[in-house]
C-alpha cells in the first residue's frame, strides 16, 4: 500500500463539494434572516453596537450589513451585494439581500439531488432574462415634472423607512434637494450628483419638523471678527478664494540676517504692504463677503473689517464649492486674477444664525442654485442619523426617477407578477434546466412573502390568493399593502417603486446567487509568506540593545 501523499500542508483546511455548497448556502440564508424583518413598512429596527461603543439604530438593509463583523466568506459577499446596491441606486438594499437568500435556498434542493451549479445558474441567467423582460412590460412611464406623483413615489421607498411616521415631510426635502440640484446634460437626460452638491446639516435640537431644504448653502461658521464684521447682508457680493491671505512663510527654513535696526521695521512694513496689496485687489470688485479656504491674518481682517467686508476663514473645499455653485461665483485661486465675472450675485442674503449652541452662516434665497442643504433638526442624535440614512435612500430614489421616469408596482406585486410569467414559460424550457427556472420563479415570491410575514398576517392564505389574481395575469398590479397586510392594488394606493431600483436588484441578487453556487471548493489558513526562520516554534522574545535599535530589519512589504 501507499504511503499517503501530503499535497497541502497541514495548517491548511480544506473543504470541497456539497459540503461547501451547504454551508455557503446557511450562511447566506442567516445573513437574509437577519435583514428579514426589516422589509416593508411593518418593519422591525436593528439596534447595533459598534466597536467604539456608538449605538446604531436602523432598519436600512445596507446600514445594518455595513456593521456586522462576519467570519464566513460567503456571508461576507452577501454584505457586498448590498453595498453594491447602495452605490449603484441607493435603494432596495434589504430585497436584493433576501431575494439572493432565496434563491440559494431554493438551490440546495437541486445540489441534493447532484444537479450541476453550472445547470441551475444557466437557468437562473436565463430567468434573470425573462424577469427584466416582464418589467419592461410592466413598466409605466411618468412626468418628471408632476410633483404628486414624484411625491407618491418617494413616499412609497421611504414608507418602510422609520420616518414614515413624518408623513410627507422627508419625501419633500428629498425631492426638492434633488429638483434644485439637478443638470441637464441635454437629450433629455438628467444628471443630479447628491454627494456632491447636497449637503445634509444636522444640528440636534428642534423638532424634526423644523427640517427644510435651504435655497442654498450653510456652513458650521461665524464670521472672523463677529463684532465689527456685518452678520446680515442682503444681496451680498460674494468672493470665493482659495489662498492664504496672510504674509507668506518661506517655502524652506530661511535666516535673514539684518545689519541695521531700521532693517528690522522695512521687514514688518514689507509684510504689511503685502498683505494690504492683497486685500486692495479684492477690495477693488466691493464684495460684501469674503470666503477663503485657507487662513486670514489679523491683518486682512482689519482691513476688511474697515471696508465692511465680512469674511469667512478656513472652509472646507467641499462646501466652498457648494457656495461657487450655489450663488454662481468662481473660486479664485490667486487675488491678482479676480475678474467682475468671479464674483457671485445669486445670493439674495448672508446671515449669520445661532443655532442650539452652534453658530452657522447661512448663504440662500439664491436665483438659480444648483447646490443645496438640508438642514435637519430632531431630538437626538440617534434619531437624526437614521433620518439622514432615510433622506439619503429618498434622494437616490428621486435622482433614479429623474434619470430613467419609469415606475413599476410596489408592495410585493412586481415580483408576483415575474414569478407568475415565469412559471407559464417554465413549461417551455427545454431539458433539465426547466426545474431550476420553475424554482427561480418561486424564488422571487419570497419579497411578498416576507411583507405579509412582517404585517402578521395570514401567510399562506395571503401567497394563495396573491398567486391566484397573478396566474391569470389579469393585473400586474395587485399587490400586498405592507401597512395592513390586506390585498390591494397597489395603482390605487399608490405604492410604487423605481424601474431601475427593481431592475438591478433583480441583477445583483441572481448574479450572486450564481456566483455563491459555482464555488465548490473553499481553502482557508492560507498563512502570509513570513521571514525565513520565523515559523519554527514560538522564539525567545528578543531584548534590544541600543546597538541594534538603527539595524532593525526592513522586510519588503
Known sequence: MHAPVLVLKDSLKRESGAKVHHANIQASKAVA???????????????????SGGIVVTNDGN?????????HPAAKSMIELSRTQDEEVGDGTTSVIVLAGEMLH??????????????????YNKALEDAIAVLDKIAMPIDVKDHSTMLGLVKSCIGTKFTSQFGDLIADLAIDATATVGVDLGQGLREVDIKKYIKVEKVPGGQLEDSKVLKGVMINKDVVAPGKMRRKIVNPRIILLDCPLEYKKGENQTNAELVKEEDWAVLLKMEEEYIENLCAQILKFKPDLVVTEKGLSDLACHYFSKAGVSAIRRLRKTDNNRIAKACGAVIVNRPDELQESDVGTGAGLFEVKKIG???????????????????????????LNEVERNLQDAMSVARNIIKNPKLVPGGGATELTVSATLKQKSSSVEGIEKWPYEAA???????????????GVNVIRTMTALQGKHANGENAWVGIDGNTGAIADMQERKIW????????????????????????????????????????????????????????QILPD
Open 33 to 51: 434572516d437577519i435583514i428579514r424583518t426589516t422589509l416593508g413598512p411593518r418593519s422591525m429596527l436593528k439596534m447595533l453596537l459598534d466597536a
Open 63 to 71: 446600514a445594518i450589513l455595513r456593521e456586522l463583523d462576519l467570519a
Open 106 to 123: 431554493v438551490a440546495e434542493a437541486f445540489i441534493d439531488k447532484n444537479y450541476h451549479p453550472t445547470v441551475i445558474c444557466r437557468a
Open 357 to 383: 449652541d452652534e453658530f452657522f452662516a447661512f448663504i440662500v434665497d439664491c436665483k438659480d442654485p444648483k447646490a443645496c442643504t438640508v438642514l435637519l433638526r430632531g431630538a437626538s442624535k440617534d434619531l
Open 441 to 455: 420563479a418561486i424564488a422571487f415570491e419570497a419579497i411578498p412573502r416576507t411583507l405579509a410575514q412582517n404585517c
Open 497 to 552: 417603486d423605481a424601474y431601475n431600483v427593481k431592475a438591478q436588484t433583480f441583477k445583483t441578487a441572481i448574479e450572486a446567487a450564481c456566483m455563491l453556487l459555482r464555488i465548490d471548493d473553499i481553502v482557508s489558513g492560507i498563512k502570509k509568506k513570513q521571514a525565513p526562520g520565523a515559523g519554527q516554534g514560538p522564539s525567545k522574545p528578543k531584548v534590544e540593545t541600543e546597538a541594534d535599535a538603527d539595524g532593525e
